[in-house]
């Protein structure tokens, strides 16, 4: 398996976190389910070869070029030995900027690229599948990207959510809403639309998620912590609450989760 790692050029930084790749990840004839968690984050996925089969009833891959808004369920994929992947992994807040539309249209959903940008993601997908190296499908999408940055939202709205995204990793998920709503001079109720729109998910549950990757990245960085210690450092009053989370954005305990998972946060990382 070969796996690549790039980050965005300045201009797209801000709404980019990173691009990445993988190449064969199994062995011929080698078959693997992989549990996908709420990360917190979206991405443009395209995948060279035949896609992966998803598990879940209710879900199904849409195209060879996907773009994934946020979710907050969890689902299964199984993966087979001659993957080939390329995938831009957004800023929480980064699709904003490229695409027009509510995303609350994507939550819990990955729709074909095409079907969104038309010629524009057939050309991206033919170019992509030409490119011979990792270097230049970066190249190849940080144009495509600036190409759609030309018409984005206003600056000033997407500074605003800009802002309370940043409160909202600063503190770990660990936020009231009533503070957020207040730091960019909204009431409760504006809020709650405005987020949602821009973001794909409601505040309330963007927390949830965010405070399950703080969870996931504390034991990524000390894997001696325990549950009780998990669960206090993640905000949490009482282990209940922390294992019912769990159990919704991941359908394990956090103690399975931990034993069964690979223990990384995309979002804190």
């Given at each position: ?12 930084s ?5 691009y990445w790749?993988?190449?064969n ?43 994934y808004?946020?979710q ?16 831009i ?67 000033f ?39 949602s ?8 549950q ?40 769990f159990?919704?954005?991941s359908?394990?305990?956090?103690k ?14």
């Amino acid at each position: 398996m070969s796996t690549h790692f790039a980050q965005p050029s300045t201009v797209l930084s801000p709404y980019i976190k990173r691009y990445w790749a993988i190449e064969n990840v199994l062995d011929k004839g080698e078959v693997c389910t992989q549990r996908i968690v709420p990360t917190g984050l979206t991405e443009l996925i395209l995948y060279f070869t035949p896609r992966p089969k998803i598990l879940t009833d209710n879900k199904s891959l849409s195209d060879s070029v996907a773009l994934y808004g946020h979710q907050n369920d969890f689902y299964d994929m199984e993966l087979t030995g001659n993957l080939s992947v390329f995938s831009i992994m957004f800023q929480p807040q980064g699709l904003m900027q490229f695409f027009k539309f509510p995303l609350t249209e994507i939550r819990n959903r990955n729709v074909s690229l095409k079907d969104i940008s038309g010629q524009a993601g057939r050309d991206l997908e033919e170019k992509m599948g030409e490119a011979n190296t990792f270097s230049q499908r970066v190249n190849i999408v940080e144009t495509y990207l600036g190409n759609l940055l030309k018409t984005r939202f206003s600056e000033f709205e997407f500074r605003r959510i800009n802002h309370i995204i940043e409160l909202i990793k600063q503190a770990h998920g660990n936020i009231n809403i009533n503070q957020m709503a207040s730091e960019v001079c909204l009431s409760r109720k504006q809020f709650e639309r405005i987020f949602s729109e821009h973001i794909g998910i409601s505040p309330k549950q963007y927390l949830k998620i965010i405070r399950f990757q703080s969870a996931i990245f504390q034991k990524q960085k000390n894997n001696t912590l325990n549950m009780t210690e998990l669960s206090y450092n993640s905000g949490y009053f009482d282990q209940s609450h922390f294992i019912n989370d769990f159990k919704s954005l991941s359908g394990m305990t956090p103690k399975q989760y931990f034993a069964e998972s690979e223990v990384c946060s995309d979002f804190f990382e």
